[in-house]
């Protein structure tokens, strides 16, 4: 069976809509990911996560909406950034694309963390319309599988565990020679309690924020296994889930 919508005919569309309210819809970024990574990085992981996921439960999968929100990378070269507004609306317009046909349940595989808020959002304007959406992030579930197996510098942007990723799944995109380890730097207003508007090149010259250079496609290779089959579990227990139960409750 078919769970790639792209690669689909109408007609096979058809026959899956009429049979599921179920999607999975990938988005991530286009940006920056330090000298060693490819910038598109948060959209081709959130790409496998998903698609791996749709064959492996069954559930159709559209194709990952490549660019995020990222201008805070803006200063490194190839960066494509577009506003939460224009993000939000995109993504929702798509879901509202998908209802027309029946789907009332959407799992976004977002890969970039920037774009959470704008989902977010989304996500809650679009329950009110009736459909279910929700948002896995595949970094958070890896840190809860997988406590120990980055340390903390190494879990961070463009840092081991997201270049171990890459190995994974696409080496020939990745040039571990230039990897770097690059402590981020303190800004001078920083203080507790205190959140910025800062940029990436505020705290780092590379790009990378932490550790890099211990990346290893093995545990990359771990964490997507591992990933993917978390997020199976939840697909199908979503899809179990009578939608009565995912809706607003009234007033009480
Ligand atoms: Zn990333």
Request: aromatic letters at 10%.
């Amino acid at each position: 069976m078919k769970v790639l919508l792209h690669e689909m005919s109408w007609a096979e569309a058809k026959e899956y809509f009429t049979k599921n309210t179920i999607a999975i819809l990938p988005v991530g970024s286009n940006e920056q990911h330090g000298p060693q990574n490819p910038l598109g990085t948060d959209h081709l992981i959130a790409k496998a996560i998903a698609e791996e996921t749709a064959k492996r439960a069954g559930v159709l999968c559209l194709q990952v909406i490549p660019f995020g929100v990222s201008s805070h990378h803006k200063q490194f070269w190839g960066t494509i950034y577009i506003s939460p507004k224009t993000f939000k609306n995109y993504v929702k317009e798509t879901c509202l694309a998908l209802n027309y046909y029946g789907v009332r349940k959407i799992v976004i595989v977002n890969g970039h963390g920037g774009n959470l808020y704008a989902l977010m959002e989304m996500a809650r304007e679009l329950r009110e319309k009736g459909i279910f959406t929700s948002v896995f992030q595949w970094w958070e579930a890896a840190n809860k599988l997988f406590p120990d197996l980055f340390k903390p510098e190494e879990r961070r942007h463009a840092a081991a565990e997201e270049t171990s990723l890459n190995l994974a799944l696409h080496s020939h995109f990745v040039d571990i020679d230039r990897a770097v380890d690059e402590e981020p730097r303190k800004h001078r207003a920083q203080a507790e309690g205190i959140t910025l508007p800062l940029n990436t090149v505020d705290y780092t010259s590379s790009g990378v924020f932490g550790k890099s250079t211990s990346a290893s496609a093995e545990k990359g290779r771990v964490v997507f296994e591992a990933v993917v089959k978390e997020l199976v579990e939840y697909v199908k227990l979503l899809k179990k889930t009578k939608i009565e139960d995912l809706m607003q409750k009234p007033r009480v």
